[in-house]
């Protein structure tokens, strides 16, 4: 069983295009995560979730929404796709919110090409 | 924000040889972290670390806390193939909530 899957693994699509990510964890965790990875490999982190209530918003465009139907679920909807949001964005999840928060279980990733 | 220098950028080695790579911060963490990332995968924890001075073995992986807590090290004895890969330093200040800061990332190759 897989801890953190997210789907798709690959997505290609046109400029303004909206599209979606969905994610789910089976571990448990109370807090869950969107990073984004450039082309350059470096991690980003852009939105924390912990029991569904936002909890980190890293000055991410107002065209990227997570949603967190439930704890175990956070997808994130993107508007008005840019060639600038091409990257591999990773879904993770960490048992609580204060203490444990460092030990991440990340996604597979899903590689988002925009054309 | 804080930014973690990670180095070197990438290593190509032989199979057998061992690797060190390491991470220096302007900022004192409280936690020091390493990370694997395969090919087409996410990272995977490999060592946290907790405390200044840290000496932590996960197999032949081995990293430590530097004592000024702004750097830390991640060796890797007799390299296997399947060692390849980005591993990524991160760091978190408090330990109360706040997120990891992760380093740019050093790839490994490791010819057979």
């Known amino acids: 069983d897989t801890a953190v899957s997210q789907t798709p693994k690959y997505l290609v699509t046109q400029m303004g295009n909206d599209k979606s990510i969905k994610c789910e964890q089976n571990?448990?965790?109370?807090?869950m995560y969107w990073y984004k990875q450039d082309s350059k490999k470096f991690l980003k982190i852009m939105f924390s979730?912990?029991?569904?209530?936002?909890?980190i918003n890293e000055t991410v465009p107002n065209r990227f929404s997570p949603k967190s139907p439930d704890k175990a679920h956070l997808n994130l909807h993107i508007n008005s796709l840019e060639l600038g949001d091409s990257a591999v964005y990773f879904c993770?999840?960490?048992?609580?919110?204060?203490?444990?928060?460092?030990?991440?279980?990340f996604g597979s990733g899903t590689q988002l090409s925009v054309l | 924000g804080q930014q973690l220098n990670q180095s070197p950028q990438s290593m190509f080695i032989q199979e057998g040889e061992d690797v060190s790579m390491n991470c220096t911060s302007s900022?004192?963490?409280?936690?020091w972290l390493w990370y694997k990332q395969d090919p087409g995968e996410g990272p995977v924890l490999l060592i946290a670390?907790?405390?200044?001075?840290e000496l932590t073995s996960n197999g032949r992986l081995t990293a430590q806390f530097g004592t000024t807590r702004k750097d830390s090290f991640l060796n890797i004895s007799a390299s296997i193939p399947s060692d390849v890969g980005i591993y990524f330093c991160?760091?978190?200040?408090?330990?109360?909530?706040?997120?990891?800061?992760f380093g740019k990332g050093t790839m490994l190759l490791v010819s057979p």
């Open positions: 993770a999840s960490s048992q609580e919110l204060v203490q444990g928060n460092e030990k991440l279980f």
């Open positions: 571990l448990g965790h109370d807090t």
């Open positions: 979730y912990n029991n569904k209530e936002l909890i």
């Open positions: 900022s004192i963490f409280n936690t």
């Open positions: 670390l907790y405390k200044a001075g």
């Open positions: 991160a760091g978190q200040l408090n330990s109360g909530y706040s997120t990891l800061t």
